[in-house]
């Protein structure tokens, strides 16, 4: 299953404050540079797909249950954000987070798409429709990109337990369709930087409807099947960040061990040569 597009891919930013690039035409194919699958390949066909992902997810709920039995918060589909303190610091900082996104990460071609980073998304975001510009990456940084956002890398820093942050783009009329987290270890935090107002932009996470404002943070565990809509003509923009649930053991041990395994894996390791060869391409364009 596919993402469902509505506009050509050129009106990806429109109403976002940014013209569209005049090099649109020149953007780099990470297919030939990573050496990852052709987009008509089948999940099970990519390059090096890891056993924790292609296999595990047949133990994946017996592995959850565990987890969210040694949970220290909510294992409801949405969480209340006061579970999380730290997440006020964001909200405090969401005008400066949102300056440096639409500096950098909505300039050109500076965010490729989440299907080209990692082949393993590509059920769920074939097209270049679903756009992301990673800061940090199942804890590991992307050192380029965080030098190019240095206040909202400082304020990231501070998150505890971080894995992953990136803005995560939606281009106008997209549709991702149901899908789900890998492990209960992980929690998603959003926060609202772009929204448009002209139509609806929604989440369904379980059975929730959620809607993002700007300067708001939503907290949910995406093991929960979800799925988001943009049917709107602006592109929506949030930071998404990913950060180890607080656990007691023996959850905390299990979930430990399996995050350590996807990070040496390549599900997570070619991601990273991906976006390394994309900025190196986008580089090249700008001599």
Request: net charge positive; glycine share 6%; with cysteine.
């Amino acid at each position: 299953m596919g993402v469902e597009t509505k506009p050509a891919a050129q009106d990806l930013w429109r109403k976002s404050g940014n013209a569209p690039d005049p090099r649109g035409s020149r953007i780099p194919d990470l297919t030939v540079i990573s050496g990852a699958p052709a987009p008509g390949a089948t999940l099970e066909a990519a390059r090096g797909r890891p056993f924790i992902i292609a296999v595990g997810k047949h133990f994946r709920g017996f592995f959850d249950r565990l987890i969210a039995s040694s949970s220290l918060v909510s294992n409801d589909p949405v969480l209340d954000v006061r579970a999380f303190p730290w997440t006020a610091m964001l909200r405090e900082q969401w005008q400066t987070i949102r300056d440096e996104a639409i500096e950098v990460a909505l300039r050109g071609q500076a965010s490729p798409s989440l299907a080209t980073i990692s082949p393993d998304h590509r059920a769920i975001a074939a097209v270049n429709m679903w756009r992301s510009y990673f800061l940090w990456g199942y804890s590991f940084p992307i050192e380029d990109n965080l030098a190019q956002c240095p206040k909202t890398a400082a304020i990231v820093a501070r998150v505890p337990k971080l894995n992953s942050a990136f803005f995560s783009i939606l281009a106008p009329g997209t549709h991702i369709p149901n899908h789900r987290g890998v492990t209960k270890g992980l929690i998603t935090c959003h926060l609202g930087l772009i929204v448009p107002r002209d139509g609806d932009v929604r989440m369904r996470v379980d059975d929730r409807i959620l809607r993002w404002s700007e300067g708001e943070t939503l907290v949910f565990d995406d093991t929960y099947s979800h799925e988001v809509w943009n049917d709107t003509s602006g592109t929506r923009v949030v930071l998404l960040i990913q950060f180890e649930r607080p656990l007691r053991h023996p959850g905390k041990w299990i979930a430990d061990m399996f995050l350590k395994v996807i990070r040496r894996s390549a599900f997570v390791q070619e991601a990273r040569d991906n976006i390394q060869s994309w900025n190196d391409a986008v580089r090249q364009l700008d001599v």
